[in-house]
Nanobody, 116 residues
Framework: QVQLLESGGGSVQPGGSLRLSCAASEKIFSFSVMGWYRQAPGNQRELVATIRGSGIPNYADSVKGRFTISRDNAENTVYLQMNSLKPEDTAVYYC??????????WGQGTQVTVSS
């Protein structure tokens, strides 16, 4: 079973930047969809961004223009570059990899806190 390990979370002031990484324990096929979701206290988990093996990204409206998702298929890793961070970006960020109807893997999450 694929295990996903997130890193790069932390605390930052508004307007700051963080870069999240998610490394898979096994090879991730290029046709998979990799992405990031987040969940703030009291809220539902929501999509932040996804990226196909071809490199086509999809972003939540709330992060468009500020976040950039990328992946390195050779390293089985997906990244999330977060710029111009806002307090409302505060959440636990979860890495996700999925393909087909039966394969859907989640990381344990990494905390991102944006505050003064």
């Amino acid at each position: 079973q694929v295990q996903l390990l997130e890193s790069g979370g932390g605390s930052v002031q508004p307007g700051g930047s963080l870069r999240l990484s998610c490394a898979a324990s096994e090879k991730i096929f290029s046709f998979s969809v990799m992405g990031w979701y987040r969940q703030a206290p009291g809220n539902q988990r929501e999509l932040v961004a996804t990226i196909r093996g071809s490199g086509i990204p999809n972003y939540a409206d709330s992060v468009k223009g500020r976040f950039t998702i990328s992946r390195d298929n050779a390293e089985n890793t997906v990244y999330l570059q977060m710029n111009s961070l806002k307090p409302e970006d505060t959440a636990v960020y979860y890495c996700n990899v999925k393909w087909g109807a039966s394969y859907n893997y989640w990381g344990q999450g990494t905390q991102v806190t944006v505050s003064s």
